[in-house]
């Protein structure tokens, strides 16, 4: 049952895995969720799970890359659900591959997904946040933030986040709003099972294989990661800003 008053969240990426968890999980606390994805027939399964169980969603296609594009869903979300208090970062795109093999094509793409779509998206909510002098923008860095082989355009955007994030814990701060960022470590998903296709293993068995790894001797699920996000979210994670929270089972180096 939702505690705190009903305020309208942005979840980018929101089609499935750790976006849809999330919007579903902030949908729980009783927040009016639009679910952004590049295409709005994509989050209608999103929009149904939250309906369903009785929370108000709506999905909105975006290109969150798009300055235009992202300016129009922005205002259509606030004429349609109200002004966004919210905002989850999560939109991302996997292009791996190893340096000397890596093109413009691949660095420019993820670049523009993860750290352009993130700027201009908060860029764009920030403007209601400082109005009610109240906002929460939460954006997804990854364990990959400290180095991860055949990912140099991925792990160098989602470093990037981090130092973002902090940015606007700085300047957003004085406005009442707070900005953090949730970095998971392995987590069950379709991008995961895209980089076990890429190295040709199994998926469970690259699962297992990465259990092993990992302290709590599990693999992370899309719902660890949304409890994390809600946390940062919510009224108590008002004096909460510019952190870096992994998701991890265990401590990173």
């Not at 027939?41 to 108000?56: P, Q, Y």
């Not at 093999?101 to 523009?112: E, G, L, P, R």
């Not at 981090?162 to 991008?191: C, H, R, S, W, Y």
Request: overall charge negative.
């Amino acid at each position: 049952m939702a505690t705190t008053e009903q305020r309208v969240a942005i979840v980018t990426g929101a089609a499935r895995g750790i976006g849809a968890a999330t919007a579903v999980r902030l949908a729980a606390e009783g927040r009016a969720v639009a679910v952004l994805d590049l295409a709005a027939d994509a989050a209608l399964e999103t929009v149904e799970r939250i309906t369903a169980a009785g929370g108000t969603a709506v999905a909105v296609g975006c290109d969150v890359s798009d300055s235009d594009a992202v300016r129009e869903a922005v205002a259509r979300v606030a004429e349609t659900l109200g002004p966004p208090r919210i905002l989850v970062n999560n939109a991302g795109v996997l292009r791996d591959n190893l340096l000397f093999k890596m093109s413009d094509a691949d660095w420019d793409t993820v670049m523009s997904v993860h750290l352009r779509g993130a700027f201009l998206m908060s860029r764009a909510c920030q403007a209601h946040m400082v109005e009610a002098g109240f906002g929460r923008i939460v954006s997804l860095s990854s364990s990959s933030a400290l180095g991860n082989r055949g990912q140099a355009n991925y792990a160098a955007a989602k470093a990037g986040l981090q130092g973002f994030t902090k940015t606007l814990a700085i300047e957003l701060g004085p406005f009442g709003i707070t900005a953090n960022a949730v970095a998971p470590g392995f987590i069950v998903t379709d991008m995961t099972a895209q980089t076990a296709e890429r190295m040709r293993v199994d998926f469970d068995e690259f699962q297992r294989a990465r259990a092993e790894t990992i302290p709590v001797r599990r693999v992370g699920r899309p719902e660890d990661v949304a409890d994390a996000i809600a946390f940062f979210t919510g009224e108590a994670a008002g004096f909460v800003s510019g952190q870096v929270l992994y998701v991890a089972g265990g401590p990173l180096d």
